[in-house]
């Protein structure tokens, strides 16, 4: 049952003249990832606001397009790098129909940033494991490139991608970057080979004989479908992972993004208020199809 204080409390604490006030943002340059998912780097038209836009890996913001709605997004760019944000949308429905039919040049709204971002401070001096599949590798890649630019201040980086077909296989350039890195393993695989295809071919589980972590000296973020996030939460509490060290997001139940439509109620907590970013400790009082 849905806790209408909870959302009362989220109305009366809001200045909704501001809250829904979208920002102009003008699209710089578009990258295809792959069919189904491209990148679209954003610049407010306010110089100011396009110099002061401050954001933390993790959070999102509610993407506008004209005629077409809104949907909450989370920012794939990392706020160490100000000047422009990067949303990656993947193809699903209406709205992000009308996205990738946009072209550099054309306007579209943004207000935010909204949600809890990523731990970033408590994940110092610890090594990292990030786990994703598809486009569950968007919001990771906001604290990868995060990290990775805070030198020294985070142990070794393992990257773990699962895609359904090598054609799928989004952000490339990321991964081959970090391929290349001292001090990180990034490792790919496919559910399903394709002609030309010489990697690693299985579900992205079946990496874990490949790679050597220390689960008490180690954080975990973890992002994909619903599925795949069910069997790595399995996987790694298998390992010793702390609840407390195992991180993922639940950005795929929001809607309004600001708390107050109650879709994505789960377990006496909003999600894109109390989240999106959400610990395994935290999880296991939610009722969540990754948990079941």
């Not at 589980?205 to 790679?211: A, V």
Request: aromatic fraction near 8%; charged fraction near 15%; charge should be negative.
């Amino acid at each position: 049952m849905i806790n209408r204080d909870l959302i009362t409390r989220n109305i009366n604490s809001r200045n909704t003249s501001n809250t829904y006030l979208p920002h102009p943002a003008v699209i710089t340059e578009v990258i295809t990832e792959n069919s189904q998912i491209k990148t679209f780097v954003l610049e407010f038209t306010d110089k100011t606001l396009n110099t002061n836009f401050s954001y933390e890996s993790g959070q999102f913001v509610m993407l506008s397009v004209p005629h077409h709605g809104e949907a909450p997004i989370s920012i794939s760019s990392t706020p160490t790098r100000p000047g422009n944000i990067h949303l990656s949308v993947r193809i699903a429905g209406r709205l992000t129909t009308a996205l990738h039919k946009m072209e550099p040049g054309m306007t579209l709204g943004i207000r935010g940033p909204y949600g809890r971002p990523f731990p970033v401070h408590i994940m110092e001096g610890r090594d990292l494991l990030f786990v994703a599949g598809g486009i569950g590798l968007a919001p990771l890649r906001s604290v990868i490139n995060y990290c990775l630019d805070r030198t020294g201040r985070y142990g070794t980086m393992t990257i773990l991608y699962g895609s359904r077909l090598p054609s799928d296989i989004a952000f490339r350039q990321d991964l081959d970057i970090w391929s290349t890195l001292p001090g990180i393993t990034c490792l790919t695989t496919v559910d399903t080979p394709e002609p030309g295809w010489t990697g690693h071919v299985g579900v992205v589980t079946t990496l874990w004989d490949h790679i050597q972590i220390s689960p008490s000296d180690c954080t975990a973020l973890v992002c994909g479908p619903p599925m795949m996030i069910k069997f790595v939460l399995r996987d790694l509490a298998g390992m010793s992972f702390s609840p407390d060290f195992v991180i993922t997001t639940m950005e795929r139940h929001m809607k309004c993004g600001v708390g107050l439509c109650g879709h994505c109620y789960m377990g006496g907590k909003l999600v894109c208020t109390d989240g999106p970013v959400f610990s395994m400790a935290e999880l296991k009082d939610m009722d969540i199809e990754e948990l079941r």
